[in-house]
């Protein structure tokens, strides 16, 4: 049944907007007279667009997409459901009709809309390509061919619970750090935009030679005084410059690949791509995805192009007949781990399980990984601000004591 998004004024005269599923729009202004509703405006849930044409700014704030968090809630309320034998459909229904923000009933009663009609629900789900990624798309793909959906989304809720889980510890952790940033890096421009301006007046009214380091830090001084609004303009340029470099896949490309050969960080970076690759075959195959089809959906899950082109080279070796641990091994992307664990695994038949253990051991290093670099990250911006405000303070110590040598020689 047809869903659609209403306007009405309740029996109180206040503005009530909603979402009603009739047969027609017709039908659902019948409804909403009865339920004591002068209905205002009626329009489908899913506003099809012809081609070529773009949504005015009204329309794409009204259209917003479900974020991070209400995808893994909506997966996982939808896995219960599921499970508990209720039709697609009627899940989606009553998920939408649970409360949260218009845009996610918007989504939810547009997809069930798809759904009543006869499609499947990742056929449905495209018409949301930015709630739904692609990667997610197949996941229920999958389930719904091997006939396992509530199983396929019961792991995808894990999984995005897991991510959820870890980016909010990391921005939990990175709270005193960033205040920390902000107070230090506020503490220098005062000091070099007020204090050491008027120490300098001081002693330049003097006429003795002044100690290198406090000329550099009067002209540094000056420079920022006077020519802050060109520093900050030449900083948003470069910023506007970068983002709209980085919009073109070819100069992309090659970023991401300088930055996955760079020491320390580029292995940090490999090491949570071939993770986040482990955990997506490990669903996909364990859903009854066959490997091909699971490789061209990790590919597209990935935002990094040099790791994405790494991919593409994997399926092509795959289909045409090489085995999927040596097309892995031939990248020189991957862990080593990784890698023992896919052979295992094409050996035994048990590739999911083998991609999915790995994954958990792969996200394990990575957990300790960012817990070591959050708590070095605190000390290092101590000990980079704190000698920053030391040479500072040097700069204004050294002509007083040259003056007091002077003064007791």
């Known amino acids: 049944m047809p869903a659609f998004e209403y306007e009405a004024l309740d029996a109180r005269g ?19 007279r009865g339920r004591s509703m002068a209905p205002l405006a009626i329009r489908p849930a899913e506003a099809r667009r012809t081609a070529g044409t773009q949504p005015g700014l009204g329309e794409r704030l009204r259209q917003q997409d479900l974020s991070a968090r209400e995808r893994m809630l909506v997966t996982r309320q939808l896995a219960s459901l599921l499970g508990a034998g209720m039709p697609v459909a009627e899940c989606l229904g009553l998920l939408a009709q649970q409360g949260g923000r218009h845009h996610m009933r918007r989504v939810l009663m547009a997809v069930r809309a798809r759904v009543s009609e006869g499609e499947r629900l990742s056929d449905a789900m495209q018409a949301f390509p930015k709630s739904f990624p692609a990667v997610y798309r197949a996941m229920i ?28 510890r990391i921005t939990g952790a990175l709270v005193y750090p960033v205040v920390l940033s902000v107070v230090a890096t506020g503490v220098v421009a ?15 009214g003097m006429g003795m030679a002044l100690p290198a380091l406090t000329r550099f830090m009067i002209a ?25 470099l980085m919009r073109q896949p070819a ?23 071939s993770a986040r690759f482990a955990r997506t075959m490990g669903i996909l195959v364990e859903s009854g995805a066959i490997l091909p089809d699971a490789l061209r959906a990790a590919s597209r899950a990935t935002g990094n192009l040099a790791f994405k082109a790494k991919l593409d080279a994997v399926l092509g070796e795959v289909e045409s007949g090489r085995a999927l641990s040596d097309a892995l091994r031939a990248q020189a992307w991957f862990p080593a781990l990784m890698l023992f664990m896919v052979a295992a695994g094409e050996r035994s038949g048990a590739l999911g399980e083998m991609f999915r253990r790995a994954a958990d051991q792969m996200e ?22 704190g000698g920053v405000v030391v040479v500072i303070v040097l700069s204004i110590l050294l002509p007083i004591l040259q003056l007091n040598t002077l003064a007791l020689g």
Do not use: C
């Open 14 to 32: 206040k503005t009530a907007r909603g979402l009603i599923t009739a047969d027609s729009a017709l039908a659902a202004r019948r409804e909403l």
């Open 141 to 168: 793909a999958a389930g719904e061919t091997a006939g396992g959906l509530d199983q396929v989304l019961a792991r995808l809720a894990d999984y995005l619970e897991k991510e959820e889980a870890i980016a909010n």
């Open 364 to 385: 394990q290093e990575i957990d300790g990984s960012v817990t070591v670099a959050l708590n070095l990250l605190e000390p290092g911006i101590i000990l980079i601000l």
């Open 190 to 204: 005062l000091l070099m935009t007020f204090v050491v301006p008027r120490i300098a007046e001081q002693f330049t």
């Open 220 to 244: 540094a001084s000056s420079l920022l005084t006077a020519g802050w609004p060109f520093i900050l303009g030449g900083l948003a340029v470069l910023v506007i410059a970068t983002s709209l």
């Open 251 to 273: 100069i992309r490309l090659r970023v991401h690949g300088a930055t996955a050969r760079l020491p320390g960080l580029g292995g940090f970076l490999r090491q949570v791509e």
